[in-house]
């Protein structure tokens, strides 16, 4: 893993911090306290002799704050006191977006108009099974991906970039789009016409529908002056389960991967273009938008 990737990794990074700061916060709980606790009961014990000796003789008694004193050596290190302060925060940070619930920043156009850029929502990680931090290996099965779903997941191609896409073909099934519809396993979807949509970034209206992907309704966008054809798919594995012509293509989706697709039809770097997604790269299940700067009328769930 190169250093860049690592910098990229803020769950690795995450990890990293709440391993160190909670080797300082037992180190100095059950280690460097009690070494402080004996040090000050020897200069307290020590200084109540030395007391205790002067009055003895008659000489004046120094005037020493035995609780400043004491305080003194008490006091943690500076090291160890911001360790000892972050480790509770940043231990249940780690905890929060590693089992439940983790904030993602919507980057691209490609899920309009479910999804604007700068979109802030909430990806469900335990939706689909729970997986251990970092190396997101699945350890708990609970429920598997369903069409129609909004998923994130790490992007095959490169598995430090998050890519956030919807869920059209689970393992087994066969996935046709044919002139910019689809068919799941020879059953086409139902479409129903809307208003075009106004994409306000870049000044351009799109073909809105309507569209019913295993009972969950949806819009898509559809670009008239783009192909209905796959420009250039990359060589992925499991290609060979897919096909394509002038007119769209047909992959199988392989046991243990998902086919995505962007909403914003032809303005999206997806399956088609790069392949499967395997169960290991899922991430979680986007279903809330918690802010949007731009726009606080965002804020809410989504399908």
């Known amino acids: 893993m190169s250093f860049q990737s690592i910098l990229g990794n803020f769950a690795l ?7 160190g700061t909670g080797i300082v916060w037992f180190l100095d709980m059950f280690v460097l ?25 008659g000489i004046k008694i120094d005037e020493v704050d035995r609780a400043e004193l004491e305080a003194k050596i008490l006091r943690q290190p500076v090291w160890v006191e911001y360790s000892g302060s972050f480790f509770p925060v940043i231990a249940l940070v780690f905890f ?15 899920m309009l108009p479910t999804l604007y850029v700068g979109d802030l929502i909430l990806v469900n990680k335990f939706e689909y099974g729970i997986r251990l931090p970092v190396i997101n290996k699945k350890v708990i ?12 997941f790490k992007y095959p191609v490169d598995p430090t970039v998050d890519y ?41 209206y799109s073909r809105q529908l309507t569209e019913n992907l295993n009972g969950v309704s949806h819009r898509i966008l559809n670009d008239d002056r783009a192909p ?13 389960n897919c096909s394509y012509d002038n007119e769209g293509f047909s992959c199988v989706v392989p046991e243990g991967h998902y086919f995505m697709m962007g909403d914003n039809r032809d303005n999206s770097l997806d399956s088609r273009y790069w392949g499967f997604v395997p169960d290991q790269n899922i991430v979680g299940k986007a279903f809330f938008i918690w802010m949007n700067l731009g726009n606080i009328k965002r804020i809410g769930s989504f399908h």
Request: charge should be positive; glycine fraction near 4%; proline fraction near 7%.
């Open 228 to 240: 209905a054809f796959v420009n250039d798919p990359f060589n992925f594995p499991k290609r060979e």
């Open 33 to 57: 306290s009690k070494q402080r606790r004996a040090a000050a009961d020897k200069a307290l014990a020590e200084l109540d002799a030395r007391q205790a000796r002067l009055a003895s003789d």
């Open 96 to 110: 929060l977006r590693s089992f439940l619930y983790e904030p993602f920043k919507i980057p691209s156009s490609s």
């Open 164 to 204: 956030i896409k919807r869920v059209v073909g689970v393992p087994g099934d066969k996935v046709v789009y044919h002139n910019k519809r689809l068919l799941i396993n020879g059953q086409p979807l139902s479409y129903q016409t809307m208003p075009d949509f106004l994409d306000e970034e870049h000044l351009n």
């Open 141 to 152: 099965e609970l429920n598997n991906p369903k069409r129609g779903d909004v998923m994130v």
């Open 13 to 19: 990074i995450l990890f990293v911090l709440t391993i």
